[in-house]
């Protein structure tokens, strides 16, 4: 057990593992800082098709697209097409009931069309001490291997 600790590629796995962890939480509190402003966002430039992504699904209302960065071997983002003032759950009001509802709807569908309905993970992160580092809405639909608990 200990030379697995202390093998070359452990520690390398290690170090990448906390410096991506690092970068994740710099990144998220640089994101809050900007996420009352105006502008588009990444997702609103996904939406809109300035930027391609490898869509999974599509309705008036949501998009569904792969993460660049996949968790997991399933990893598609779940976003409104409208963002509505809907940057974050810890932002929702009464009016967004409908929309929030749909996008779980999507994630169920989501996963039924990947294939992962006996097991998988829906995530949103809220903030930056969750690592939330686009201030549009979004669920991270994940699974395709044995998600672990407690998450993280």
């Known amino acids: ?3 697995a600790l202390t093998s070359p590629f452990s520690i390398i796995r290690c170090v990448r593992h906390i410096t991506a962890s690092v970068d994740e939480e710099t990144y998220a509190k640089t994101a809050a800082g900007s ?3 105006r502008g588009p966002t990444i997702f609103d430039k996904i939406i809109s098709k300035e930027i391609p992504s490898s869509i999974v699904y599509e309705d008036e209302k949501v998009l569904a697209f792969r993460d660049i960065n996949p968790q997991a ?3 598609v983002l779940v976003i409104p097409k409208l963002r509505n003032g809907l940057t974050q759950l810890g932002k929702a009001e009464t009016r967004h009931a409908e929309i929030l509802g749909h996008l ?3 994630a169920k569908l989501v996963a039924e069309k990947e ?3 006996d097991g998988f993970r829906v995530v949103i992160n809220n903030g930056p001490t969750a690592c939330q580092s686009v201030y ?6 994940l699974g395709g291997r044995q998600m672990k608990w407690p998450p993280g």
């Open 1 to 3: 057990m200990a030379a």
């Open 35 to 37: 996420s009352e402003t």
């Open 73 to 75: 071997p399933v990893h």
């Open 104 to 106: 779980l709807y999507v």
């Open 115 to 117: 294939g992962i309905t």
């Open 136 to 141: 549009h809405l979004h669920l991270h639909v």
